[in-house]
């Protein structure tokens, strides 16, 4: 976002801030800092394609995580075909005591 910022920033009067090459070309700020390709329109193009360009991305991140959300599966008890009820009591710590033993 920062470097987007710059490219307008460097390109904003691209056509008041016209330095002479050594062959007495004009050379532009836009085009020396960002590329010869570039001129104040083509940078504002470029910028505005990135942004909606994000923008498309971190959509179809969310998409992408609501659809695998929906998809995740659910456990539920056989006997009565509900989820468990997981409440803790106050007077516990644990839901359940399990015990190992060390092959040692």
């Known amino acids: 976002c920062f470097s987007l910022g710059i490219i307008l920033k460097h390109c904003e009067k691209d056509h008041e801030n016209f330095q002479y090459d050594s062959n ?5 700020y836009c085009g020396m800092f960002i590329g010869d390709y ?12 990135l942004v909606f360009g994000m923008l498309a991305l ?6 992408i995580l609501a659809i695998r959300k929906v998809r995740e ?4 008890i056989t ?3 509900y989820p468990p009820n997981l409440e803790l009591p ?3 710590s644990y839901h359940m005591f399990m015990s190992h033993v060390w092959g040692t």
């Open 58 to 63: 971190t959509l179809s991140f969310i998409v």
């Open 90 to 92: 106050k007077e516990c």
């Open 38 to 49: 570039f001129n104040s329109y083509r940078a504002s193009l470029v910028v505005i394609l």
């Open 79 to 81: 006997s009565t075909g």
């Open 24 to 28: 007495g070309g004009n050379i532009s």
């Open 73 to 76: 599966p659910i456990v539920y």
